[in-house]
């Protein structure tokens, strides 16, 4: 089974509508989840994934009712850096929860969940098929980024994440920001289950948000869809969850 998961209606909608013998379920007495098969690949679609206490909690409560190979975060993000431009589409690296800060009281360094690493790794396994996917389904072209993943979105933090990278140890090019998939990547970690963020880019950090460029990121979702679904039956016929691809990079 494989969790496609989003923050709004809008990030899930291509997937709910593609779904066969789509049927769906409450769970945690509010969220309506949606269960179909695609490529014969069970899916269960979740949105309502808002900030990382919540997405850590939602995910984490699937992983104990269902059997689940795979997680697959979608939706929208904004760019740190200056080359990525609206409607790219970024696929995780390295996803790095910059809410914590405990490095005045434990050993650890700033981003860095004492007892984990600072970044939560994504297998290149997955990045090459979803990579693959983009490229057969779409005109577009996907990046790997790193995801910086902090529930504090005001402008005075994403300058500072702007401006402040080195903190983090980030030398990467494709920088970007979202607010759920740290809270992803601490559950599926904790329970040894593949994860990835795959998402497109609304805007700059510091540019002011338009509704042209919403309008255009639910364009690209369109192609986002494809190449996720068609990476859900590449997974399938090649047998890549069954052989176990949980382990690391």
């Known amino acids: 089974m494989i969790i496609v998961c989003g923050s709004s209606h809008d990030d899930v909608l291509y997937f709910e509508k593609v779904l066969f013998n789509k049927r769906e379920e409450v769970v945690l007495n509010r969220f ?3 269960i179909g098969t695609v490529f014969n690949q069970e899916l ?19 992983l104990s009712k ?9 939706g929208r993000c904004q760019s740190v850096d200056k080359n990525t431009k609206t409607g790219d589409i970024v696929i995780s690296s390295n996803i790095i929860d910059v809410n914590i800060d405990l490095s005045l009281v434990k050993n650890v360094g700033l981003g860095q969940i004492p007892g984990f690493k600072r ?18 389904r779409s005109y577009v072209n996907s990046y790997n980024a790193v995801f ?3 529930d504090n979105l005001t402008g005075e933090t ?8 080195e903190i983090f140890g980030i030398t990467d090019e494709k920088i970007v920001v979202d607010h759920n998939s740290s809270g992803m990547a ?3 970690t904790l329970r040894d289950v593949p994860y990835v963020s795959i998402k497109v880019v609304q805007n700059q950090i510091d540019d002011e948000e338009k509704i042209d460029n919403y309008l255009k990121v639910l364009d690209k979702y369109i192609d986002l869809g494809k190449a996720v679904t068609a990476t859900i ?13 949980g382990g690391g990079k």
């Open 44 to 62: 269960i679609v979740v949105n309502g994934l808002n900030g990382s206490a919540l997405s850590s909690a939602i995910i984490t409560y699937l």
């Open 148 to 150: 910086l993943s902090t």
């Open 233 to 245: 039956g590449d997974i399938g016929r090649n047998d890549v969850l069954r052989g176990g691809i």
């Open 119 to 136: 970044d939560f790794a994504v297998q290149n396994d997955i990045i090459t098929y979803l990579k693959k996917g983009v490229s057969k």
């Open 66 to 74: 269902y059997y689940v190979d795979l997680i697959i975060n979608v």
């Open 32 to 34: 309506v989840v949606s």
């Open 158 to 165: 994403l300058k500072t994440l702007s401006e402040r990278r």
């Open 186 to 188: 601490i559950a599926a």
